[in-house]
């Protein structure tokens, strides 16, 4: 979004990662418990939900259509909250996501296809503590394209932690989401400014449309 030596943070930030020649999408966390107005992590209000919802749904699009590699995130806790360790303790409405917890908070609002990776986690980052990193380089995955919920946790640890495992991050500016649109664009700036490129929709749904040579 910021090209070298712009944004907030003055010159010695903002430089660019780019675009590698093997970009995978990763979905992280689209569950209902954000998109649906009673849920324990709604984002707010209908239209952010189905801003967030729209362009995750383009971006995979978009890496289908080029034979790129689409992982769906999810949050799953044993029953007693045993795995959770002091996430859960921190944030307790995380035990929506436990085993036989009411109100299925934790299904996805998009359909993964047949074949795509479905990968379960505790904590903030799809990297800690999962197979990821792993599952990408068998893939020979260079570029880690970050969409989902919510930008200032999950998202942006992941964006971070794709970047100390070795891989350029894209950030889908309009493809994540936050419960307040401030943090949302603040949490945007400082990623852009730190640890990934953040990218608007259409230049990233024409990039991963392109498949691979």
């Known amino acids: 979004m ?6 907030p943070h003055g010159a010695p930030f903002s430089g660019r990662v780019g675009w590698g020649a093997a970009p995978a999408v990763v979905v992280v966390d689209l569950v209902a418990a954000y998109t649906e107005p009673d849920g324990p992590f709604f984002l707010g209000d209908a239209a952010t939900a189905e801003r967030v919802t729209g362009g995750c749904d383009a971006v995979v699009a978009a ?18 909250l045993a795995d959770a360790g002091f996430f859960a303790a921190k944030v307790p409405a995380l035990s929506c996501f436990a085993e036989g917890a009411p109100g299925d908070w934790g299904r996805l609002v998009l359909d993964p296809a047949p074949g795509e990776t479905l990968l379960a986690k ?11 990193a792993a599952t990408l380089r068998a893939r020979g995955v260079d570029t880690v394209v970050v969409t989902g919920v919510s930008t200032s946790g999950c998202v942006r640890a992941t964006a971070t932690d794709a970047l ?4 350029r991050p894209v950030v889908v500016a309009d493809a994540c989401a936050d419960r307040d649109a401030g943090v949302h664009a603040r949490n ?9 490129d953040v ?15």
């Open 63 to 80: 890496a289908r259509a080029g034979g790129h590699p689409v992982v769906w995130t999810v949050v799953r806790y044993a029953a007693d």
């Open 188 to 196: 945007l700036a400082d990623l852009d400014a730190k640890y990934a």
């Open 2 to 7: 910021t090209g070298a030596g712009s944004g």
């Open 164 to 167: 100390a495992a070795g891989f």
């Open 199 to 213: 990218a608007d929709l259409p230049s990233t749904v024409t990039q991963l449309s392109t498949p691979e040579v």
């Open 122 to 132: 505790q904590h903030a980052s799809a990297f800690a503590g999962t197979s990821l």
